[in-house]
Structures are given as C-alpha cells and as structure tokens.
C-alpha cells in the first residue's frame, strides 16, 4: 500500500472526480460511512455518540457519521464549530441532510457553555474538526474543542486524522510511548485518538507518528489504483501485498517442492533464537529446515523442535562458531533455497570473521537469498564495503541495537 503525502492525498481525491468521474460528494458519502461502520463494528455498546464538526471537509465527513449513526439507532448528537453559513461545497451539502439541528458553537467562550458538555460527556466522540489538509495553526475555537476532547473520558475516533496532528511528520509524538490519553500535545493542540479511521491511502503521520494506541483503518472510498500516485517512495506492508503468496499447496506436492533454509547461528547460552528462526522457517512454508549450530549448542538448539534437522559445527573456545567451519560450508549450503545467519550468534572476533568469510561471494549459490539477522550484523561493524548484496539477493534485518 502506497504512503502519500498530504499534497498527494489532495490530488488523488481531484483526480479520483475530474479524471475517472467518481463526484466528490460520493467519496465524503463513502468516507463518512466507512467511518459509521467502524463505530457500529467496534463500540457497539456506545449509545450516545458525540460528533465534533470543524467547517471544512472533514467536518462534512463527520455529517455523515453522524446521520449514519443516527439511522443504524445510535443517539448522534453534531456540535459544529462554525457559523452554518460558512460550511461551502460538499461539506455544506451534507450538513443540509443532517436528520437533527447541531449545537451551533462560534466562539471559544461558548464552547463553555454548559450546552456542549452533553456531547464531551458521550459514551463516544468522533473527531472531525480537522483533517489532513490542516496547516497550524489551530484556532481558538477549534483548539478549546480539543481540549475539551482530551479532557474527555469518552474513547475518541479520528476521522481521517486526529485533529491538529501533521499529517506529513515522520516522526512520534512526545510521550508516544505512553498512553496516548496521557499524551502532550505534538505542537499546539492535537487531539487524543483511541482509533483512526483514514480513506484511500495512508499519510507519514498514520505511519511513522504513532498517532493512536488503537487501530489504524484505511478505509477504500472510491479512488481507483491508478489514480493514487506517490513521489515519496514508501509502502506500507498489508495483508494484500502478500495474500497471493498464501496459495493452497499443489495435492503432488512433498516437502522438497517448498525450498530448503539453513539457518547458520545460535552459541552457547544463546540457542533460543537460531530455533526459533528455523521453526519459523517451517511455519512460515519452507519445506525443510536446518540449524547449523556449535557442537556444543546442538543438543539445546534439537531440543526445541524435533521437526527442525541440525548440523554441529566446529567451534571457538567460547562455545561459538569457529571460522574452522567455512571448510564444511560449502556442502552445507549446497542446494539451499535460503541461508540465514545471525541469531544467537554472538560478537566472538573469531565468529565475525566466519561471518564476513561466508557472506563473500562464491560459498553460498548465487540462487540462494542470504538473509543476516542480529550479530551478523554487527560482523560487518567497521567493514561495511564487504558487506555487499550486488548479483545476489542479501537482506538485512536492521534494529535500534
């Protein structure tokens, strides 16, 4: 799934309506209903249903959930943050078949009316003051309203993006880490969000900023695949990039027609994860699975799974793999779909140097992918230049370590 920024967000909604005829009122129809539909889903004993309205687009997103809600028998009650006669377009086209009157908030004094502490007292509150077009900063009135959500008790669901959030950041926001309830502000005024419900594509922010502690949906509104185009280079993995890979397996098929891994890893003390890699091997399709281990280790490591084969290797005084192993590598990595190295593998200077040695081209077949986890890593600190995949396939699995 393409990340696109903001600008690119704009432009696939214009081209979604001017070049494939999809109106814009359809995908706020559809974004809004999308939106409902999570709620309906996820909360379904949120009777009472607060929706917080900004004038603009996503304010007319929220119109929609809430005549939605209000159909499916939910209690929804609108607070518009604007004057009526200033909603424009869409957005004024949807507040028009609202099925109930709003509270109508101008001023950030009024908001301080005892009229709106109704809605900020919701079982739920849905946040759609800002979307991702927003640039800071954020109004009076609009930030005394995330204020008041954020005081709220009441779980919030963002619509498109929790409000006053950037939707081009790449990186978290402060205190990210705890609970968002708890979170500070990123800049100014954002709203909390326990979910998000975003539409077509996903942002830098739903990504990288660590918006919710809750779930992410992108929700599909109409926009075909052609017309979501992305300069920035960056995708997300889902279910569906892979789907294809999950086929039913052929009724002639035995374990040699699913490839071969041999993970070469794990030293005394440290057997768990070459392991648990070559178990995952075999739950994640190969067929068959060795661990090449120090003949130390080996009986820990063949404890773990009887399904997995092990190979013992020649070893260091540590109880690590000595470079006196790369003279039987060759037939072990014969006819081998997948060579990974590194788990458990330790930062011996001895079994580093295996490392670098095996990694060279011309021990393991150029039709095998070298995949290099955790300390093989760290084989190559201070030469890197060696560390090359060019005519081969190496993937590298890099961590904060």
Do not use: W
């Not at 599909?220 to 992305?230: D, H, Q």
């Not at 794990?266 to 392991?275: P, Q, W, Y």
Request: charged residues 20%.
């Amino acid at each position: 799934m393409k990340i696109v920024s903001a600008a690119e967000m704009r432009a696939i909604d214009q081209d979604t309506s001017e070049r494939f005829r999809v109106p814009s009122l359809t995908l706020m129809e559809n974004a809004g209903s999308a939106v409902a539909r999570f709620i309906i889903d996820e909360y379904p004993q949120a009777e009472r249903i607060g929706v917080v309205c900004g004038k603009g687009n996503n304010g007319g997103d929220g119109f929609v959930v809430a005549r939605k809600l209000a159909e499916a028998g939910r209690a929804a009650r609108v607070l518009l943050l604007a004057e009526p006669g200033e909603l424009r377009g869409d957005a004024a086209a949807m507040y028009a078949r609202l099925k109930a009157a709003p509270l109508v908030v101008r001023t950030a004094a009024d908001l301080a009316s005892a009229n709106s502490d109704e809605i900020f007292a919701s079982d739920l509150i849905v946040d759609a003051v800002l979307g991702t077009g927003f640039r800071p900063p954020v109004n009076p009135l609009y930030s005394a309203a995330i204020a008041k959500m954020n005081a709220s008790m009441a779980p919030i669901v963002a619509v498109d993006i929790p409000s006053g959030a950037d939707a081009d950041a790449m990186k978290m926001l402060p205190n990210a880490d705890r609970s968002v309830r708890d979170a500070q502000p990123q800049q100014g005024s954002v709203a909390r969000a326990d979910a998000v419900v975003t539409f077509t594509a996903p942002r830098p922010a739903h990504v990288f900023a660590a918006l919710t502690s809750g779930p992410t949906v992108v929700a599909p509104i109409g926009s075909p695949e052609e017309a979501i185009r992305s300069e920035l280079g960056l995708r997300l993995s889902t279910p569906s990039d892979f789907a294809a890979l999950l086929r039913s397996r052929v009724r002639e098929a035995n374990k040699g027609s699913y490839g071969h891994v041999l993970v070469v890893g794990g030293s005394v003390g440290k057997t768990g994860a070459a392991a648990m890699a070559g178990f995952s091997a075999l739950r994640a399709g190969t067929g068959l699975s060795t661990i090449a281990t120090p003949k130390s280790a080996l009986a820990t490591v063949a404890g773990f799974h009887p399904e997995v084969m092990t190979e013992p290797l020649a070893e260091t005084d540590d109880g690590t793999i000595s470079v006196r192993a790369l003279e039987f590598m060759p037939a072990l990595v014969e006819r081998k779909t997948v060579v990974a190295i590194g788990p458990g593998i330790s930062r011996n200077r001895e079994t580093a140097e295996f490392v670098r040695t095996i990694v060279k081209p011309g021990i393991v077949p150029k039709n095998a992918v070298i995949v290099l986890d955790a300390d093989a890593l760290n084989a190559f600190e201070g030469a890197g230049n060696e560390l090359n995949g060019q005519g081969r396939s190496v993937v590298i699995t890099p961590h904060p370590g």
